[in-house]
């Protein structure tokens, strides 16, 4: 999906030259740790397989490395993490069940590293993770079936669930049966993030589509489901969903026919992709790269040369700039 070589390559379509509100050099190298970072209300987060985790705080300097485990200690696999308001971090794991086959969980861990929950999900596992504005969490996966609890249940599910703080499971949505047959929707990575909830009563996230192109799904905070909408793109160089709703791309074009980059924004109303002029700084050496996510409603871009330093730019706005807050209520 998110090609890791695209880190290296700036944008290159015209815009308007800009300065960024904010910048943030990162201590160490902000993409370094064998994979591109999670962003999420200011905070860096690098993952690695065997639960090695390591935060960057909104000041770029470091915040902690851990390595996440089960309770009695043993290792677990590591998925998608989230940062809360309060600087809670959660995290999607998976691990060798001690009755037979895999099974999920989401660990919580407190301003210092520290696992202060541990939340099983036995069969279901919660690939992706965000946290809504009222301190829930919400997960995007898929759920492994009897007897092996290894392969994919074969049966229909819900492959979105709601959690609340203390880890008590509030609601489950959205059926397997909605998509189409083959690759699950919810595809696990470790690097950028596919869920993520606005202020408004929405929450979305990227889903496969077996074989074919991803689409951008949307459902609100009852889980109801809101909207549908296919790419037609590759999403490979950046997502960003920004508090008040509106959904960014950033692509980069290869091969025959248009080359180069461009930033796109949802139009719910038209149901389609409208580019946008993406950043681009006054100094010409000053590049903008890969669109990391949102922080409120912002654009934070990592900055290149050099791979320590992120931007934070305003979003650039359709014609009408109400029609995307509009649109899908």
């Known amino acids: 999906m998110l090609r890791l070589l695209l880190l290296f390559a700036a944008l290159l379509s015209p815009a308007t030259a800009q300065d960024p509100v904010r910048q943030t050099t990162y201590a160490g190298a902000s993409h370094g740790f064998l994979t591109i970072p999670a962003f999420d209300k200011g905070y860096l987060i690098f993952l690695r397989n065997l639960g090695e985790l390591r935060l960057?705080?909104?000041?770029?300097?470091?915040?902690?490395?851990?390595i996440v485990t089960q309770p009695d200690g043993r290792d677990l696999s590591i998925g998608s993490?989230?940062?809360?308001?309060?600087?809670?971090?959660?995290?999607?794991?998976?691990?060798?069940?001690?009755?037979?086959?895999?099974?999920?969980?989401?660990?919580?861990?407190?301003?210092?590293?520290?696992?202060?929950?541990?939340?099983?999900?036995?069969p279901y596992m919660p690939t992706q993770i965000c946290f809504a504005p009222d301190h829930t969490t919400w997960t995007f996966g898929w759920q492994?079936?009897?007897?092996?609890?290894?392969?994919?249940?074969?049966?229909?599910?819900?492959?979105?669930?709601?959690?609340?703080?203390?880890?008590?499971?509030?609601?489950?949505?959205?059926?397997?049966?909605?998509?189409?047959?083959?690759?699950?929707?919810s595809s696990p990575g470790r690097g950028f993030w596919v869920i993520r909830a606005a202020d408004s009563d929405r929450i979305g996230a990227l889903a496969y589509r077996g074989s074919s192109r991803e689409e951008w799904i949307e459902w609100d905070r009852s889980g109801k489901l809101i909207g549908r909408w296919k790419l037609d793109f590759e999403p490979n160089g950046?997502?960003?969903?920004?508090?008040?709703?509106?959904?960014?791309?950033?692509?980069?074009?290869?091969?025959?026919?248009?080359?180069?980059?461009?930033?796109v924004v949802l139009d719910r109303e038209t149901s389609s992709w409208k580019e946008v002029p993406a950043?681009?700084?006054?100094?010409?050496?000053?590049?903008?790269?890969?669109?990391?996510?949102?922080?409120?409603?912002?654009?934070?871009?990592?900055?290149?040369?050099?791979?320590?330093?992120?931007?934070?730019?305003?979003?650039?706005?359709?014609?009408?700039?109400?029609?995307?807050?509009?649109?899908?209520?």
């Open 144 to 185: 492994r079936g009897a007897p092996d609890f290894v392969r994919e249940d074969g049966e229909d599910y819900f492959m979105v669930r709601r959690y609340s703080k203390n880890g008590k499971e509030l609601g489950a949505y959205l059926p397997r049966s909605l998509f189409p047959p083959g690759l699950s929707p």
């Open 238 to 263: 950046g997502l960003a969903y920004t508090t008040d709703g509106r959904l960014y791309f950033h692509t980069w074009s290869r091969g025959a026919g248009r080359k180069g980059s461009r930033l």
């Open 56 to 66: 960057y705080d909104p000041k770029g300097l470091p915040a902690y490395d851990t």
């Open 81 to 122: 993490a989230a940062v809360d308001t309060d600087g809670t971090v959660a995290v999607a794991v998976g691990y060798a069940s001690p009755k037979g086959g895999y099974a999920g969980g989401i660990v919580h861990l407190d301003r210092s590293g520290k696992q202060t929950r541990f939340i099983e999900t036995g």
């Open 279 to 329: 950043p681009q700084t006054r100094n010409p050496y000053d590049r903008v790269n890969i669109l990391l996510g949102a922080d409120g409603n912002h654009l934070v871009f990592s900055m290149v040369p050099g791979e320590t330093r992120l931007g934070w730019f305003a979003p650039p706005e359709l014609s009408a700039p109400n029609q995307i807050q509009q649109a899908g209520k």
